[in-house]
């Protein structure tokens, strides 16, 4: 039986309308007014906005760091990602240290196969580069892998300026993007060192370990190596204005370069980290929250579309028991915040109704741009005749608070713990199947993987 959604404000990238949308099998069949509903099933969707699934291209589910174990799975992060109208996430198939891409792989596919309650691909993300993995990125592309992460920090991640040159010739042999951590790593070890030394050891001490600066060099050597190999990047959860001006200069002079921000660095600041009780560990993730003129200037780039996609950097620790591993030095704190439950409702709420973006900004950051730049696009990411009904019918009349009490993260607290929201996925749709009902979960564990082609550049 037909499905047809009538009535919503339809969301595009470019504009919004009223219409109504036909659901036929998995895919949408028709878009337009007065539809034929002859046996078809209607549901009214008047008053609502109707924007295609959106998409997270930064989780961490499932992720074992050596001294303890994220608080989310597969299972309990995408159910918590569907819910606030996620439907498709990639996560970070991590390789160790002497393991090939496809052992790492095959890992990353155990984790989620048959638990995933929303659509799910991997980005790989390299730690030990040689020849064999090089040689090995053409079997990864025929597996629907055609995006890496590369780290300039962590000691058992991070890869060498000459390795990074390396891996980015070979993008362009293979038609890959690779998303970078721009941090200088040799400095936050020095900076982390000496503020051990002063004594310096509680949560407050994490922003001083990794100042600006640190984020700008990274980002400015990692576009010098892309211009010297005339390719493509994106810099993942860019923090700061400095990082952001480096970027710019990038472009300038006719570079490729792709930002992605996230919701932490446009609401947070770094006044959490002085929180009494050791409450400052749950604001513990890295890049850190910025100062106020951060936030500003990255609301700005947004508004002017020079920040193309909002991922989460969602890798959840619970207070208890884990944050709590470094009462006694912040350095082992968890590095990580959860936040894949409530992207969308914090973008709508202090983006588009604080007249910050648009509703069509908002799909562009949450939708489009991300399925066109991992290759998705255009079954992911837009509502067109041909591509998965992922749908997302938004409430805009919705008010809550968020609480961690209420929420589906498997995760003893929020970060954004009592902030209002206005808004809310109301109904969410995967593949032409409802999944969410009055915001409740009603179906879980219906996610397949998505093998992904090159990107088309934005």
């Not at 819910?83 to 990353?108: C, M, P, R, V, Y």
């Not at 790593?185 to 370990?209: C, F, I, N, W, Y």
């Not at 604001?283 to 002017?304: G, H, M, T």
Request: hydrophobic fraction near 35%; proline fraction near 3%.
């Amino acid at each position: 039986m037909d499905l047809i959604l009538k009535g919503g404000m339809i969301v595009t990238s470019k504009e919004s309308f009223v219409a109504d949308i036909r659901v036929l099998g998995e895919k949408i069949s028709e878009i337009g007014r007065n539809l034929d509903e002859t046996g078809a099933f209607i549901i009214d969707i008047s008053g609502n906005y109707v924007f295609p699934g959106f998409i997270d291209s930064h989780t961490h589910f499932d992720l074992d760091t050596g001294t303890t174990k994220t608080a989310d799975d597969f299972m309990t992060g995408t159910k918590a990602a569907i819910a606030g109208g996620t439907t498709t996430i990639l996560d970070f198939a991590t390789q160790n240290k002497g393991e090939t891409l496809s052992e790492a792989l095959n890992q990353w596919h155990k984790k989620a196969r048959g638990v995933s309650s929303c659509d799910y691909g991997f980005h790989m993300a390299i730690t030990d580069w040689n020849n064999a993995v090089s040689e090995e990125m053409d079997k990864m592309k025929e597996e629907g892998i055609t995006s890496y992460k590369l780290y300039m920090a962590y000691e058992s991640l991070r890869v060498t300026d000459g390795e990074i040159y390396q891996v980015l010739k070979r993008m362009n042999e293979i038609g890959g993007l690779i998303g970078m951590h721009c941090e200088n790593g040799d400095m936050v070890k020095e900076r982390t060192q000496e503020l051990k030394a002063e004594g310096k050891l509680t949560p407050a001490a994490h922003p001083l370990s990794r100042p600006p600066i640190v984020e700008a060099e990274a980002v400015n050597r990692y576009i010098s190596l892309a211009y010297l190999t005339k390719t493509p990047v994106n810099i993942v959860h860019l923090s700061t204005k400095e990082g952001y001006y480096e970027a710019l200069k990038g472009r300038a002079r006719g570079q490729k370069i792709y930002i992605e921000t996230c919701p932490q660095y446009l609401l947070l600041d770094d006044c959490c980290y002085e929180k009494a009780d050791f409450e400052g560990a749950k604001y513990v993730f890295s890049p850190p929250a910025r100062k106020q003129e951060d936030i500003d200037c990255l609301w700005k780039a947004l508004s002017e579309d020079n920040i193309d996609t909002i991922g989460t950097d969602h890798c959840s620790f619970n207070f208890k028991g884990q944050k709590e591993l470094g009462r006694q030095d912040f350095s082992m704190i968890p590095n990580g915040i959860p936040g894949v439950e409530h992207r969308a409702a914090l973008l709508y709420t202090y983006g588009v109704l604080n007249n910050r973006i648009t509703v069509e900004q908002m799909c562009k950051l949450l939708s489009e741009n991300t399925s066109k730049l991992f290759g998705l696009y255009p079954k992911k990411g837009c509502l067109q005749v041909g591509s998965d009904a992922d749908i997302v019918v938004w409430n805009p009349n919705y008010e809550g608070t968020i609480l961690a009490a209420h929420q589906m993260q498997n995760v003893d607290y929020t970060p954004y713990e009592g902030m209002p929201v206005k808004g809310r996925a109301e109904r969410v749709f995967l593949r032409g199947n409802e999944v969410v009902y009055q915001g409740r979960v009603i179906k879980e564990k219906t996610g397949m993987y998505l093998p992904r082609t090159e990107s088309v550049y934005i």
